[in-house]
């Protein structure tokens, strides 16, 4: 079913303006519901590739959301689509308040009044911040400012959730709250990570993207099992741990 | 940095001053000061009449005034060179102590402490009851360019991010056995700046990618708030009002 994808990406190639070249065709579907994983090494093109799927980094190949192209013309809608939280909350959060912040992206879309304070509202009670709205992202803890950043996109209601490693810097308690709350959304999720227990509990689809191309798809499971996979891709499960059998 | 030093100016409570809405605030301030630095320096009584006006101000916003007195210490080194006027200014002298003071050079002094004062009070006073966000949303409503409003608001977001990452930038120099008195490690202090800047711009463009993932398209939504009603700005105008009431008097007398 062509019309259930959220995104599709067909021979994505991009190389940076000093030549380095950093994808290597890259063809990807996501359905709607799916929650990817997207593993790698650092350097891989993992991120490269998320600029690719709102248009910030266009290079050779297609890459359509919701089966609406990412072209120059549909740019406004492709970023309402493709919401993208950032791995640091301070590069995200630059309004003086929580809800400023959380209301600039439905606001660039042109939301104001009554319908622009809902929004604030239900993206703030989506990701449990709804008593800090009115407070300066710089007093917040790490862990509450990632939260917001989810919020930031959220408020904007898109049809993708991309997340470059949203469990990074996050104590325990923190990382196990973004992943309640991750769980709790009803949202085709895309995210890049190198936590891959973190993976394993929130994607059942898991992805290798190394020296610029998909090398492995499958269940997360299947792929976490796979020792001499990872290996190859310089991937490792922390000490300890083990994937754990059955369903 | 930013709004860990906001509340050196800013009085967080509750009063009538401190609930109207900035841009009256602004407007009334900078009206005050305009007309205040009018008055001719001659009408002595004019700038009594003033001070009283602002004094009225001090009472309704709950500002101590020795909290106001503490800050006014900023104009110290302007009045120092006013009281050097009545000494080097030329014309006319009068004798005081045995002192040949010039009588424009005193006139000169005066009107320089007396503005100098009233406007620096003026200012406080609104910074006392403004917290420094109020102030860019007012200076916004007023039609100020947008672009200074939003440097400015950058300014303050990232100055605090900036801070702690020159903070931490310190500690890890002094870690490994920097001591900031010696003058020849003044190129380890010299490159760690130029490293702050590097990360400064890298950051810049990292929040503008996330701006432009957000549907930033180069123009700012304005945000936040009503703005200020009649009444309010009535009541923020009566000070400039009566001022330039008390500043024409003082010009046709």
């Known amino acids: 079913m062509i019309d259930s994808m959220v995104l599709s990406l067909r021979g994505v190639r991009f190389a940076y303006p000093d ?40 290079g050779e190949g297609t890459v359509e959301v919701d089966g609406l192209p990412v072209t120059k013309a549909n740019l406004t809608e492709i970023r309402r689509r493709v919401g993208i939280v950032f791995q640091d909350p301070d590069d995200q959060l630059f309004m003086p308040t929580v809800a400023e912040d959380v209301a600039f992206g439905p606001a660039n879309l042109g939301l104001r009044g009554p319908e622009l304070d809902a929004r604030v509202d239900e993206a703030l009670a989506q990701v449990g911040m709804s008593e800090h709205r009115d407070r300066a992202p710089h007093h917040l803890s790490f862990g509450q400012r990632r939260r917001v950043a989810v919020a930031t996109v959220l408020a904007m209601r898109p049809s993708v959730l991309v997340m470059d490693e949203p469990s990074s810097n996050l104590d325990p308690a923190a990382r196990r709250e973004l992943a309640d709350i991750l769980l709790g959304l009803d949202v085709t999720l895309l995210m890049v990570t190198h936590d891959l227990p973190y993976a394993l509990q929130l994607c059942e689809r898991a992805l290798i993207l190394d020296a610029g191309k998909i090398t492995a798809d499958g269940t997360t499971r299947e792929i976490l ?23 | 940095m930013g709004a860990g030093h906001a509340h050196l100016l800013h009085l967080p409570h ?11 605030k602004i407007a009334a301030s900078v009206g005050f000061t305009l007309l205040v630095v009018l008055t001719p320096r ?35 080194p302007f009045v120092l060179i006013a009281l050097l006027l009545p000494f080097f200014g030329g014309g006319e002298t009068v004798h005081w102590l045995g002192l040949n003071l010039s009588v424009t050079g005193l006139y000169g002094a005066w009107n320089i402490a007396a503005k100098g004062t009233l406007g620096v009070v003026s200012s406080l006073l609104l910074a006392a009851t403004t917290p420094v966000n109020d102030l860019l949303t007012g200076l916004d409503r007023l039609r100020c360019p947008r672009v200074m409003t939003q440097i400015a608001g950058f300014m303050l977001r990232y100055g605090q991010v900036l801070g702690e990452e020159a903070a931490r930038m310190r500690v890890a120099r002094l870690s490994r056995g920097y001591e900031q008195r010696f003058l020849w ?69």
């Not at chain 1, 796979?226 to 300890?240: T, V």
């Not at chain 2, 509750?14 to 009256?24: Q, T």
């Not at chain 2, 200020?228 to 500043?247: C, K, S």
């Open chain 2, 14 to 24: 509750d009063s009538a001053v401190h609930r109207l809405p900035p841009e009256v």
């Open chain 2, 185 to 253: 490690q003044l190129r380890a202090w010299a490159t760690g700046a130029g490293a702050l800047f590097l990360r400064a711009f890298e950051r810049g463009e990292r929040v503008y990618v996330a701006m432009l993932s957000r549907g930033y398209a180069g123009v700012m939504p304005r945000l936040g708030g009503r703005p200020a009603r009649p009444a309010e700005w009535a009541a923020a105008l009566t000070l400039p009002a009566v001022t330039g009431a008390v500043a024409l008097a003082a010009a046709l007398t």
């Open chain 1, 19 to 58: 030549g380095r070249r950093a994808l290597h065709g890259v063809d990807l579907d996501v359905r709607r519901g799916e929650r990817v994983a997207l593993l790698g090494p650092n350097g891989a093109g993992k991120t490269t590739l998320v600029l690719h799927l709102n248009g910030i980094h266009a």
């Open chain 2, 42 to 76: 001659e009408a002595m009584w004019a700038f009594g009449v003033y001070a009283l006006l602002l004094a009225i101000v001090v009472a309704a916003a709950r500002v101590r005034p020795g909290w106001l007195l503490r800050r006014v210490v900023i104009e110290l």
């Open chain 1, 225 to 247: 099992a796979d020792e001499a996979l990872l290996a190859r891709h310089r991937l490792e499960l922390p000490y300890g741990f083990t994937v754990p059998t059955g369903a």
